[in-house]
């Protein structure tokens, strides 16, 4: 279990630094993405898009950190359900709120989103899980690591680019449609 552990720490280690950068690079576009959410006052909008990355790469510093391990899954599980909750609210209200997660995107929220955001959480929940019951080292096989690192490494992209698999899944548009 150690290494299910380690491959769910470098998971949410590498997508919440990624989605830092990707919203820290354009502020504004995260900034923009917030208008969508009713419960989001606009006087909150920009001190929102610098709060949340610095949240997501504290987290990502407390999974980096040993000695902090076990408190930055606990973290991460706290601060997945945030994540997992935003998109529900939006898909529930029927908003067509475009996700900024990774930087400016252009596609709205919905299941794809729900579903990426419960992959973190349970990759959070039962890191901690994990954490919590065995401790939070790293372990000791090479085999195992490397397979750890290997399934983090595809566990992260698939969750990055959520978006452009979602996609790959949708009709295409009729023929008379196209080029509008």
């Not at 359900?81 to 919905?110: N, Q, S, W, Y």
């Amino acid at each position: 279990m150690l290494y299910v552990s380690f491959a769910c720490r470098l998971t949410l280690v590498a997508v919440l630094a990624l989605a830092a950068v990707a919203k820290l690079r354009s502020p504004g576009a995260f900034a923009d993405s917030l208008r969508g959410f009713d419960l989001v006052p606009a006087r909150l909008r920009r001190p929102l898009a610098v709060l949340v990355p610095a949240a997501e790469l504290l987290v990502a510093l407390l999974l980096a950190l040993p000695a902090t391990v076990t408190a930055g899954l606990l973290a991460a599980t706290l601060f997945c359900c945030g994540l997992t909750a935003v998109p529900i609210l939006v898909v529930a209200r029927g908003k067509k709120v475009t996700c900024a997660c990774f930087g400016a995107g252009e596609t709205p929220m919905g299941g794809w989103h729900i579903a990426r955001n419960a992959v973190l959480l349970a990759a959070a929940g039962l890191g901690s899980a994990v954490a919590l019951t065995l401790g939070d080292g790293v372990p000791g096989h090479a085999p195992g690591i490397v397979l750890a690192v290997v399934s983090a490494g595809v566990l992260t992209t698939l969750t990055v680019f959520v978006d452009d698999i979602a996609a790959l899944f949708r009709s295409p548009a009729p023929a008379g449609n196209l080029g509008r």
